[in-house]
């Protein structure tokens, strides 16, 4: 699955660079801002997950198929994900306390439509699982089971993830502020895992960003 994600990465690079270079009206950005992340699907102790906050960035391209209309928009960029335990005592025994960090790597290929200043995004989003850092601790009393060992462990989860992203946002001559909703439909863990709380998990992240996209060729 990583060669795919990085097949797919040098695929649009390749492309992107090609409409670049032949297109008007192509122009480069970068952006920032924040997530805030959680889990989502039919998970175990649902009430233990909480929003978590972390931060997004990277670059964009966005290709004019029709000016000021519609245009295509890639992006490449860091994401930080994961959530927090929330602390409470689970069937009066378990309590969980701490966060956990997934670093990915997104690519959403996203449609824009403007109305004036006003534009509505969507489009499919491939993501790569960079690491993960788990900083859980269960407690049974005050005894605790300390989680993290398993940012070393990738073998249980899905390092590629297939998911979607949806938003709204504006923009005045090169600034956007936009605000989007990223699913995923990939579980977070592979087949068969027989964890207790991250089965059946998918990552579900709100994001806001500010960004700027340079003047482009004539």
Request: glycine share 10%; proline share 3%.
């Amino acid at each position: 699955m990583k060669k795919v994600f990085l097949a797919v990465v040098a695929v649009l690079l390749v492309a992107t660079a090609s409409i670049q270079s032949q297109a008007q009206g192509v122009r480069l950005g970068i952006k920032a801002g924040a997530n805030l992340s959680n889990l989502s699907g039919d998970l175990t102790n649902e009430d233990r997950f909480e929003n978590k906050t972390g931060f997004v960035g990277g670059i964009m391209l966005n290709a004019p198929i029709v000016d000021n209309f519609f245009s295509i928009q890639p992006e490449l960029l860091y994401s930080q994900k994961g959530f927090k335990n929330n602390g409470s005592a689970l069937f009066n025994q378990y309590r969980y306390e701490g966060k956990a960090n997934f670093n990915y790597l997104d690519l959403p290929v996203l449609a824009k439509i403007k109305a004036g200043p006003v534009f509505f995004e969507a489009g499919p989003q491939f993501s790569y699982l960079l690491n993960r850092k788990d900083e859980t601790r269960r407690y049974l009393g005050t005894v605790y089971q300390d989680y993290t060992s398993t940012e070393r462990d990738l073998s249980n989860v899905n390092r590629f993830e297939i998911g979607y992203a949806a938003g709204v946002g504006v923009q005045v001559l090169g600034v956007i502020l936009d605000v989007r909703y990223n699913g995923a439909f990939t579980d977070f863990t592979k087949d068969g895992y027989q964890g207790n709380d991250l089965r059946n998990a998918r990552n579900s992240v709100f994001q806001a960003s500010l960004g700027f996209l340079f003047p482009g060729g004539n």
